[in-house]
C-alpha cells in the first residue's frame, strides 16, 4: 500500500526555523514533492528530491533519505504569510503516470 | 499564460442532481490529473489525461463519476446523482510532457462542491 506520515499541526514563532517531518512507504519511489497551501486555496509548488541530500532555495530547504523513506521541509526566519498547509507527495513508480499521493498536510501555525 | 484555471469556483446542489466542473491547464501542457480533497486531508487521485487519452482512473472514481477531454486542452468532470459524500475540493493539475527537467504538477484553485 501507500502512506505518508506528517505531523497534523505546529506552531512556530516568527523568525525561528521549523522542520517539517514526512515519512512514506510507496510502491517504488521516483520524486518527493513539498507543496504549500493556504486556507482555500491552491496547493503551491515548494520543493521537489529525487536524490539524497538537501536541496535549498530561499528561506526553504528540503532534505531527503531514501533508504529511511524521509524528507524534511526546512523553514527558516519565519514569517507571518508562512502560515498554512504544508503538503509532502509522493510520486511512485508503480503508475506511470506521475500521479501523486499526498500526505494529509502539516498546518503551521506561525506566532508573533 | 496565468496558470490553470478552473469553473466554477464554488458550487451548491441539492442531493441527486448532477454537476459539472471544467479545468483549463497551462498551454503546452499534455497532462491533466483531477485530485479531491476534503478537510484537513491531502489531495486524493481521482484520474489522468494525457492529450485527450484517460490513462488512469482511481477506484475512488465510481460509476457516477465520469471525466473527458475531448481535445486535449479542457477537461471536465462530472458527477450524476451527487450524495452528500461527494462534498469536497476538486483540484485541477496540469504539467508539461514527461521527460522535461521534472514535471511539476502545478494546480488550480479548485471547485469547492457542496452537496446539501
Known amino acids: 500500500g501507500q502512506n505518508i506520515d506528517q505531523p497534523t499541526e505546529m506552531t512556530a514563532t516568527e523568525g525561528a526555523i521549523v522542520q517539517i517531518n514526512c515519512t512514506y512507504q510507496?510502491?517504488?519511489?521516483?520524486?518527493l514533492f513539498w507543496y504549500q497551501q493556504h486556507a482555500g486555496e491552491a496547493p503551491t509548488f515548494l520543493s521537489y528530491?529525487?536524490?539524497?541530500g538537501l536541496e535549498e532555495k530561499g528561506r526553504f530547504s528540503s532534505f531527503l533519505s531514501r533508504s529511511k523513506g524521509y524528507s524534511y521541509l526546512l523553514l527558516k526566519e519565519l514569517q507571518m504569510k508562512d502560515s498554512a498547509s504544508y503538503l509532502c507527495a509522493v510520486r511512485p513508480t508503480s503508475s506511470n503516470t506521475g500521479k501523486l499521493i499526498f500526505g494529509q498536510g502539516t498546518t503551521l501555525q506561525v506566532k508573533p | 499564460d496565468t496558470g490553470v484555471s478552473q469553473d466554477p469556483r464554488h458550487k451548491i446542489t441539492k442531493r441527486g442532481q448532477n454537476v459539472t466542473f471544467r479545468c483549463d491547464p497551462i498551454s503546452e501542457h499534455n497532462r491533466l490529473y483531477w485530485y479531491r480533497q476534503t478537510l484537513g486531508q491531502g489531495p486524493e487521485f481521482l484520474t489522468y489525461f494525457q492529450n485527450e487519452a484517460q490513462l488512469e482512473k482511481s477506484r475512488l472514481l465510481s460509476d457516477r463519476f465520469s471525466a473527458e477531454r475531448p481535445k486535449g486542452s479542457f477537461s471536465t468532470l462530472e458527477i450524476q446523482r451527487t450524495e452528500q459524500g461527494d462534498s469536497a475540493m476538486y483540484l485541477c493539475a496540469s504539467s508539461p510532457p514527461a521527460g522535461r527537467a521534472f514535471d511539476t504538477q502545478y494546480f488550480g484553485p479548485g471547485t469547492r462542491l457542496t452537496v446539501l
Open positions: 510507496t510502491s517504488g519511489f521516483n520524486g
Open positions: 528530491n529525487v536524490l539524497d
